[in-house]
């Protein structure tokens, strides 16, 4: 703050500073600093500040936080979290599982008062679930599913465990997608829903999806 970072409301670990001349923006996780700009010389004044306050490490350009691998050229940056994916993946005992190439079956529909046995132990299906919605920072493809799945972590049945099971399939062949944020774009900000009438066999409430794009890249 005594450098004229301004801490950000909805997202506290995230601090920024405005001036005539240049943006700068830190994000800061327990002891790792991220700390970006569009100009180099506005980023080592925040370096060198930092110095004289704290003991720091320079790790030089961006490749790996929290699980995310970052990868960049002139024109783009490509996140991805295939390391990540293959832990999941080795942890459950998927390693070798057969790939397939579709995430869920398009007529199944999930209910909380589904006829399949309970879990007598539902702590391995929430660990799952729990992992995989982390994952769907760089794998929006995911998301439909796993937070359809995250809706029944307090009373999953065996049918949910199974779809799950389906989830580490796809992932399997997929272990290579990654999401790619384009700087060559125009700036504008676009978004597309749709939804199904009546979706939720629970609530016989409508089931929304969207998609939101920063000039061309996916963001949410």
Same mark, same amino acid.
């Given at each position: 703050?005594?450098?004229?970072?301004? #801490?950000?409301?909805?997202?506290? !670990?995230? !601090?920024?500073?405005?001036?005539? $001349?240049?943006?700068?923006?830190?994000?800061?996780? %327990? =002891? =790792? %600093?991220?700390?970006?700009? =569009? $100009?180099?010389?506005?980023?080592?004044? %925040?370096?060198?500040?930092?110095? $004289? /306050?704290f003991p720091i490490k320079d790790l030089g350009k961006l490749k790996y936080f929290l699980s995310i691998e970052v990868a960049r050229s002139k024109t783009d940056i490509v996140l991805c979290q295939r390391k990540y994916a293959l832990d999941i993946l080795t942890d459950s005992g998927f390693s070798g599982a057969k790939p397939v190439s579709f995430l869920m079956e398009s007529t199944l529909k999930l209910s909380a008062y589904d006829i399949s046995p309970t879990m007598s132990d539902p702590t391995s299906y929430c660990h799952l679930i729990?992992?995989?919605?982390?994952?769907?920072? /760089?794998?929006?493809?995911?998301?439909?599913?796993? #937070?359809?799945?995250?809706?029944?972590?307090?009373?999953?049945?065996?049918?949910?465990?199974?779809?799950?099971?389906?989830?580490?399939?796809?992932?399997?062949?997929?272990?290579?997608? @990654?999401?790619?944020?384009?700087? @060559?774009?125009?700036?504008?900000?676009?978004?597309?829903? @749709?939804?199904?009438?009546?979706?939720?066999?629970?609530?016989?409430?409508s089931v929304t999806g969207y998609l939101v794009f920063l000039r061309d890249s996916l963001i949410s």
């Open positions: 703050m005594s450098f004229g970072f301004l #801490q950000e409301k909805s997202n506290s !670990s995230l !601090s920024i500073r405005k001036t005539t $001349t240049n943006f700068i923006a830190v994000l800061i996780y %327990v =002891d =790792d %600093v991220i700390i970006t700009s =569009d $100009t180099l010389t506005a980023i080592n004044q %925040v370096k060198q500040f930092l110095r $004289t /306050t729990g992992r995989l919605l982390y994952l769907t920072i /760089t794998r929006p493809d995911l998301s439909y599913v796993i #937070q359809t799945l995250s809706q029944f972590m307090s009373n999953p049945h065996t049918t949910h465990l199974q779809a799950a099971k389906k989830v580490l399939h796809y992932l399997k062949a997929t272990l290579g997608q @990654d999401l790619l944020l384009k700087a @060559d774009s125009t700036f504008h900000l676009k978004a597309y829903s @749709d939804s199904d009438w009546g979706g939720c066999v629970d609530t016989r409430r």
